[in-house]
């Protein structure tokens, strides 16, 4: 089994911070890409950044040059640090990766149970 852990939401004022975390767990051969979808009330889940396994990165055009995604390999870790946060940032905020557990030959796709972030204006 592999499991996704989310920790690091709440509620914060606009224009403050917050640093969401993502830790793997399980029988993990490789982590081939690792990021962060949200989800708003109302609203379908978008992306908001994601890490590929070659370095490779992405983000949504809302959160450019506010939110910033990193990993810690070692510790199959993803971190999106949210600055500058408004209130159109509020969603609940899930961690999605794509896994090759051991003895698999291919990838498959992992979801957390999600963060809530409120941003309050």
């Known amino acids: 089994q592999v499991q996704l852990v989310e920790s690091g939401g709440g509620l914060v004022q606009a224009g403050g911070s917050l640093r969401l975390t993502c830790a793997a767990s399980g029988a993990i051969y490789k982590i081939n890409g690792m990021g962060w979808y949200r989800q708003a009330p109302g609203n379908q889940r978008e992306l908001v950044a994601m890490?590929?396994?070659?370095?490779?990165?992405t983000y949504a055009d809302s959160v450019k040059g506010r939110f910033t995604i990193s990993r810690d390999n070692a510790k199959n870790t993803v971190y999106l640090q949210m600055n500058s946060l408004k209130p159109e940032d509020t969603a609940v905020y899930y961690c999605?990766?794509?896994?090759?557990?051991?003895?698999?030959?291919?990838?498959?796709?992992?979801w957390g149970k999600g963060t809530l972030v409120t941003v309050s204006s």
């Open positions: 890490l590929t396994s070659g370095s490779g990165t």
């Open positions: 999605n990766a794509d896994i090759t557990r051991s003895g698999a030959w291919r990838g498959m796709d992992y």
